[in-house]
């Protein structure tokens, strides 16, 4: 590819089938929390990245003594991130994702006919997330930007 040309690919998040030390930079906005096994995630993000690249994602930590109130939050990443052979170089709090996740909910409830019609099981998907989601946003739930 020439300088400043970019293709999309499709692949699963453990396995993305690009070259090793491939990418220059990575960006994942609440996908890794989706991966079944998140440290083989994280290990795919590392073997992609060229030396001295970096990865941000956004993500949701659980930080609480209380049991997780869904599987997909992690109850601490940073211990997830060193598993993987990465190194956390930053993070910030998202004070306001609550707040956008809410009304995103919103926003799908209220086109529920046409996210099912035309996304079928995932639009589904998202609307049974809609529906749960507004429990598990407690003051427990913090929204995170990480970068490794």
């Avoid at 690009?18 to 890794?32: R, Y």
């Avoid at 073997?47 to 941000?56: D, E, F, K, Q």
């Avoid at 190194?87 to 799908?108: C, E, H, P, S």
């Avoid at 998202?126 to 427990?140: K, Q, V």
Wanted: aromatic letters at 6%.
């Amino acid at each position: 590819m020439q300088p400043g040309q970019f293709d999309y690919r499709c692949a699963t998040i453990t396995a993305t089938g690009l070259p090793d030390s491939s990418a220059d930079g990575l960006m994942s906005i609440d996908a890794l929390p989706m991966a079944a096994d998140r440290v083989a995630a994280l290990k795919e993000v590392r073997r992609i990245l060229r030396p001295g690249a970096r990865a941000v994602f956004t993500c949701a930590e659980w930080h609480a003594d209380a049991p997780l109130p869904h599987p997909r939050m992690a109850t601490k990443w940073a211990p997830l991130i060193a598993a993987a052979g990465l190194l956390l170089v930053d993070q910030f709090i998202d004070n306001g994702k609550q707040a956008r996740q809410l009304r995103l909910y919103k926003l799908w409830l209220e086109h529920q006919t046409e996210l099912e019609q035309r996304f079928g099981p995932t639009g589904q998907s998202l609307i049974e997330e809609a529906r749960m989601g507004p429990g598990l946003l407690t003051p427990n739930y913090r929204g995170l930007l990480l970068t490794v």
